[in-house]
């Protein structure tokens, strides 16, 4: 990788997520308490995601937010020591947030409203979108493809692996809070 493209796209991931992730983790828990309820009556087949998302307090969301920074950042430092296959790995992760960020977006559309990390993902599309062409640039289109396949496995394997641990070590906290 380029010393540009780490300057440009490498090192702002790590900051773009905690500021993404910042304002999930400010609205998250009354945004579901108020919205938990009509979202399971509008939206049968997502119940089970709702009642995982429901039952996380704002401690246990920030264990797992945390919990996936860290995996981030290692994989940041993997690209500056030039690790091997580092710029598909960071580039699997990138792709998996681009994708999390348009997420954002068509849950929006659904709900008809404000889902929490929206105003962040509309800031952040941009950036998404330059990394997104920039990766254009290296890469064929099957490559991409199956980066970002293997990248959001990966990633919402981890997500589930991180809402447990918040859940584990916050989980007794959040419900005294609630």
């Known amino acids: 990788m380029s010393a540009l493209t780490v300057l440009y796209l490498v090192l702002p991931l790590p900051l773009a997520f905690v500021l993404h992730d ?4 400010a609205v998250q828990r009354r945004w579901m308490q108020t919205h938990g309820a009509e979202l399971a009556r509008r939206f049968p087949k997502f119940r089970a995601i709702i009642a995982r998302l429901s039952a ?12 996936e920074l860290v995996v981030l950042l290692s994989a940041t430092a993997y690209v500056l020591v030039g690790g091997p296959w ?14 999390h960020l348009i997420v954002h977006a068509v849950q929006a ?13 509309l800031l952040l599309l941009p950036y998404a979108a330059y990394g997104v062409w920039s990766i254009s640039l290296v890469w064929s289109l099957p ?3 199956a980066l970002a396949a293997a990248g959001s496995i990966a990633v919402a394997a981890n997500l589930r692996l991180a809402h447990g641990l918040g859940l584990l070590l916050a ?7 609630a």
Request: hydrophobic share 55%; charged share 20%.
């Open 109 to 121: 559309a659904m709900v008809r409203g404000y889902v929490p990390g929206l105003v962040t993902s």
């Open 22 to 25: 910042a304002e999930e983790i």
């Open 56 to 67: 996380l307090g704002t401690g246990a969301f920030a264990i797992a937010a945390a919990e």
């Open 143 to 145: 490559k991409i493809l």
């Open 86 to 99: 580092a710029a598909e790995v960071w580039g699997a992760l990138f792709l998996a947030f681009s994708l």
């Open 171 to 177: 989980g007794s906290k959040d419900k005294k809070a």
